[in-house]
T-cell receptor, first 114, second 113 residues
Framework: QQQVKQSPQSLIVQKGGISIINCAYE??????FPWYQQFPGKGPALLIA?????SEKKEGRFTISFNKSAKQFSLHIMDSQPGDSATYFC?????????????FGKGTKLSVKP | SQTIHQWPATLVQPVGSPLSLECTVE??????LYWYRQAAGRGLQLLFY??????ISSEVPQNLSASRPQDRQFILSSKKLLLSDSGFYLC????????????FGPGTRLLVL
């Protein structure tokens, strides 16, 4: 019940296309959902995050869509660029959980072809 | 601004040797601190977290231990490394409290031969 399932494992998108990464969870106590971006050999960096009081959050080309009833959330990257090529991790935590410990998905390796 | 440091950046160690990885945070006080391991092509596995000096919680029982001798210093250790300890070790910090963003360090790549 603590798992966050992320798909696909890898994704290849043409430059200018839309990249979509999906995550699903079971623990209804989760109420904070961040996405992290990791470049090879670097630590992950927070990209965007959402709380369940909204169904969508947009920051530039990056959008999180959240479906509370389906217990799913997704990251959309519009106008994907080669510089977006990285591994993306979704995560979840619950207020009152062990000091806000994040449960991470297994990651999606995105390659944007020029 | 806050900065998180990890060293060494890369480490090659023989099986059975000891390990000490260090993480320090600057620009904040009383942070939560975390150690993660990332195996090649896999997700992030939380190993330890700490909410204060000397307070360590272990998430996964294994060949590793952690210590927090100072407020902004977090150390990952092993007495005898195993081949399976190879991986990318990441330290992270967050402000105290739940649902706070975790900020990751640059990581240490450990290869056990």
């Amino acid at each position: 019940q603590q798992q966050v399932k992320q798909s696909p494992q890898s994704l290849i998108v043409q430059k200018g296309g839309i990249s979509i990464i999906n995550c699903a969870y079971e623990n209804t106590a989760f109420d904070y959902f961040p996405w992290y971006q990791q470049f090879p050999g670097k630590g992950p960096a927070l990209l965007i995050a959402i709380r369940p009081d909204v169904s969508e959050k947009k920051e530039g080309r990056f959008t999180i869509s959240f479906n509370k009833s389906a217990k799913q959330f997704s990251l959309h990257i519009m106008d994907s660029q080669p510089g977006d090529s990285a591994t993306y991790f979704c995560a979840a935590s619950s207020y009152g959980g062990s000091q806000g410990n994040l449960i991470f998905g297994k990651g999606t390796k995105l390659s944007v072809k020029p | 601004s806050q900065t998180i440091h990890q060293w060494p950046a890369t480490l090659v160690q023989p099986v059975g040797s000891p390990l000490s990885l260090e993480c320090t945070v600057e620009g904040t006080s009383n942070p939560n601190l975390y150690w993660y391991r990332q195996a090649a092509g896999r997700g992030l596995q939380l190993l330890f977290y700490s909410v204060g000096i000397g307070q360590i919680s272990s998430e996964v029982p294994q060949n590793l231990s952690a210590s927090r001798p100072q407020d902004r210093q977090f150390i990952l250790s092993s007495k005898k490394l195993l081949l399976s300890d190879s991986g990318f070790y990441l330290c992270a910090w967050s402000v105290q409290g739940p649902q706070e963003t975790q900020y990751f360090g640059p990581g240490t790549r450990l290869l056990v031969l």
